[in-house]
């Protein structure tokens, strides 16, 4: 984690600006988080649980910025291919910058309910912080087990957003700002705590489940990753709090040693 340093407030002359920092652009918020402590950790986990060998297909379904794909390519090495697939196209020229020269990378444009590959065709398949967003991660999980070979591995990360802890004097305030993420900010909020039971609905057989804790102690990064600021004034005007108890709370947690967790499921799954 970085150190420590003071969260942007609006000041007294400026009563009617947000609290926190603006929406971040999608492709930096990902590569930024992608390289915390937190995020390195759990990615090293998964990419050891799927366990790359060279000469494996590997899909990464949902790749972004392409952040994972350099990795998959070394462990699947010169005899191997991977595929990274998203929908975005700003998403995936990122990925192409990211991925320049290596030649055993391919990027796909596609949605996840209907992955451009063919069905049996991968040996390895990953998604991280993918399904909490899609609109029925059934649906995807049923998609990556037709593209799946027979025993191939499926790793799998989710948050749990009902998990979010945010440490404050005014608990109930930290309280109202998770209940609004869960209920209104993340599509599948508790998509973490369901994999498990969801990859083996989708046909799988569940190997592995395990959860980390990310930890932020630095108020300003928190901000910028959880939407502290933004999504505490958003629930104040949903009436999940009042205004001025938001910027109370919001005010306060740079104040002094800054908490922030949640939990993380990664499952891996075989085919």
Sequence with gaps: MTTPGPMTTPGPRDPTAG??????????????????????AYKEQLLGLLDLRPGHTALDAGCGPGTDLPALAERVGGT?????????????????????????????????????????????????????????????????????????????????WDTLVVDSEDLDTSRAFTRYTVTEVVRNATIGRSLARLAEQA????????????????????????????????????????????????????????HASFTLVTVLARR
């Design 80 to 160: 191997g291919w991977v595929i990274g697939v998203d929908r975005d196209a700003a998403m995936l020229a990122e990925a192409r910058r990211r991925t320049a020269g290596l030649d055993r990378v391919e990027l796909r444009e596609g949605d996840l309910n209907a992955l451009p590959v063919a069905d049996g065709s991968v040996d390895r398949a990953k998604t991280d912080r993918v399904l909490m967003h899609v609109p029925d991660p059934a649906a995807v999980l049923a998609r990556l087990h037709a593209a799946a070979a027979p025993g191939g591995l499926v790793g799998l990360v989710e948050p749990d």
């Design 203 to 258: 046909g799988f057989t569940v190997e592995t489940v395990c959860a980390t804790t990310p930890v932020l102690r630095d108020a300003e990064l928190a901000d910028y990753t959880l939407g502290l600021g933004r999504n505490i004034e958003r629930a104040a005007a949903a009436g999940y709090v009042t205004e001025a108890r938001a910027r109370r709370w919001f005010t306060g947690l740079a104040e002094g040693p800054f």
């Design 19 to 40: 609290l926190g920092t603006g929406r971040p652009e999608q492709s930096a918020y990902m590569l930024r988080t992608a390289a915390m402590e937190a995020g390195r």
